[in-house]
């Protein structure tokens, strides 16, 4: 929920598009994601909250820390099931 406040200052040119459109494509799929895997400050988090924005997916996203756990994995996991199940 709190991602959904963010304001993003993009200056988006013709190949980012391209990337956000296939990111998008793939969240509407039934069951679709994506491991977006590049150098940092490339744009794959901005592009990818645009693209969930246009495809009213929930965007998620791990914080990891030095003592980020199993435990921690599943109690991730169990608020996006709890989240999943709201949503339908």
């Known amino acids: 929920q709190h991602s959904r406040s963010l304001k993003l200052d993009l ?3 013709e190949d980012a598009l391209k ?3 296939r990111i998008s494509r793939l969240l509407c799929m039934d069951r679709g994601s994506a491991l977006l895997i ?3 400050g490339s744009g794959k988090q901005s ?5 969930a ?6 965007p998620f ?3 990891v ?3 980020y756990s199993q435990v921690n994995l599943f109690e ?10 709201l949503k339908g």
Do not use: S, W
Request: aromatic share 12%; hydrophobic share 50%.
């Open 38 to 40: 590049g150098v940092g």
């Open 11 to 13: 200056v988006l040119f």
């Open 47 to 51: 592009l990818t909250r645009l693209a």
């Open 53 to 58: 924005y246009i495809a009213g997916a929930y």
């Open 61 to 63: 996203q791990i914080q």
């Open 76 to 85: 991730d996991l169990k608020a996006l099931y709890k989240i999943a199940g």
């Open 65 to 67: 820390t030095k003592t």
């Open 19 to 21: 990337h956000m459109m």
